[in-house]
């Protein structure tokens, strides 16, 4: 039984049918949620700088898609994992184009096909589509890496730290603790001020840009939570 899972689990036609069903689920959520976007302005300012790096948290990311508008051309940065297929399936479906591959902690935008990807979304984002991949890297959850200030040196597009949020959700206990969002609700698109990356970033650049980027992600998703919880009296209205 568990080799019969293990290989259904591989089997490609099953990657697909839940990628599509997944697609169709987060369309539903989407669609019955009634969400506060901030700054209320934020298309104005994305498109001075487009096209735009989009960067997210792992597990706070499966509504990405839905920033986008019509006119907007984007690609996502999706692992070479099994779970990774799925997820390109998923994306496919809703209109966003993917880039295959990884990076580690350290900096070194090489492993798991990290290379070959850096090159592709420098590519993307030169022929003019917005690029969104998460800022940290697997296990290694809210902690920026260095691949995305890397690529928004080499690219010169700005980073856009965006946090999306549900009022109702399942939140799992694992390692980038993943909001897996419930339909039928109050919901928080929230982004930061872009961060730009100099060309001639040195070492020390990159990092604090590093941290920028991580504590403006993590601002962005305590602001998208007190929205969609009403922790606070600034919590938006309905």
Known sequence: MKAL???????RWVQVVIGVLGAYYLRLVWATTRFIVEPSNIYDRVD?????I???????????????RPQ??????????????V?????????????RGSGNHGGEFSRKGGVGAFVAMVAALKEGYNMALTADVPKV??????????????????????AIATQHRFEVDNWDRSALNLPFGRGAVVVAEPVHVPADADDATLERLRSQVESALNRATARAY?????????????
């Open 5 to 11: 899972r293990r290989r259904l689990a591989h089997a």
């Open 48 to 52: 001075r700088d487009y096209p735009v």
């Open 54 to 68: 989009l960067a997210m948290w792992h597990g706070q990311h499966f509504l990405g898609p839905f920033v986008k």
């Open 72 to 85: 907007d051309r984007a690609k996502v940065l999706i692992s070479r994992h099994r779970d990774g297929e």
């Open 87 to 99: 997820n390109a399936v998923a994306a496919e479906w809703l209109g966003i184009g993917t880039v």
């Open 141 to 162: 959850g809210r902690v920026a890496g260095l691949g995305i200030v890397m690529l928004a040196r080499r690219s010169g597009r700005p980073i856009y730290p965006i």
């Open 226 to 238: 007190v929205i969609v919880d009403r922790t606070g009296r600034d919590a938006g209205a309905d």
